[in-house]
């Protein structure tokens, strides 16, 4: 659970930074670019130590999936929403959304959705209805609820990868940063900046706050939570990142919170709870409903594991 908390609250900081910059000088694209910047060496450094861990024995199908659901393309989804949403506003939806987004998931799978998911579920969105009208225009738009409900449903789906096919977290963690240099050549062509228009403190912020704390540090502490508490205690646990948001947006980019926020996020955090207590959503999405979505290993003849073995 302290793995959970501590991912929480670097997630929390990590929306305020990536507000700040994607509002100030940086495109999505170039803060998800200095991310793999600063992270991609330190993947190469824990190979060597890691190696074992490293190699995912997973199909290749399924790391594609993953590196597509916790990858450079879910990041730059991601940055872009702080684009049209507050820091607390933006982490308030990734969080509330992900465990309805989680229900629906069990619900392909069992066919059945339990009262205290239904309820949680209808809490959340009255939560982020309230949170939404009691807030300017521009604090939470519906490009930003279109965006981070996008983002919620990838997220949830790979919570529930990494639980079912038993995917080491930390294994995880450096091969999605190796593999980050596959989308180079998406930023070279999609970047609309011939070179990055920010400070050098603010290129420092980004790469050392969402390049090592975020993209290594907190994505390892969340997948161990995930790994050893189930996804449903670190998805319960994750939804105290939107308050840490909140705090630290107030505390450092003057975001302004009133009354009928503060009641829509414990309406959030409320629904949240009630959502993740239901037993059919404590329970990870079966082997079977995943592998009608994701197959599990590429034809015979070729080779089904993923191996680094040139590390």
Known sequence: MLCGLAAAAIWGGGAVVSRHLVTTSLDPISLVFLRYVGCFPIALILVAPFRERVRLTIGWPRLVALLLLGGPLYHSLLVAGYQHATAGGGA??????????????????????????????????????????????????????????????????????????????????????????????????????SELPATAGEIALQIVYHGWLVAIGATALFFTCVRLAGAHIAAVLQVMSPGFSVLFGVAFLGEAVVPAQGIGLMLVFGGVLLTMSSPAHQAPVGERALQTIIPRSIPPGLAARTRWSRW
């Open 92 to 193: 308030l939806l990734l969080s509330g959304l992900l465990p309805v987004f989680a229900l629906g998931l069990e619900y392909l799978h069992t066919g059945a959705l339990p009262r205290a998911g239904l309820i949680g579920s209808a809490a959340v969105l009255a939560g982020l209805a309230l949170f939404s009208f009691g807030s300017e225009i521009s604090d939470l738009s519906f490009s930003a609820f279109l965006i981070f409900a996008v983002a919620a449903a990838a997220w949830a789906l790979l919570n529930s990868c990494v639980k079912c096919w038993r995917v080491d977290p930390i294994g995880l963690a450096i091969a999605l940063a190796l593999l980050a240099p596959i989308f180079l050549p998406i930023y070279l062509i999609g970047s609309p900046q």
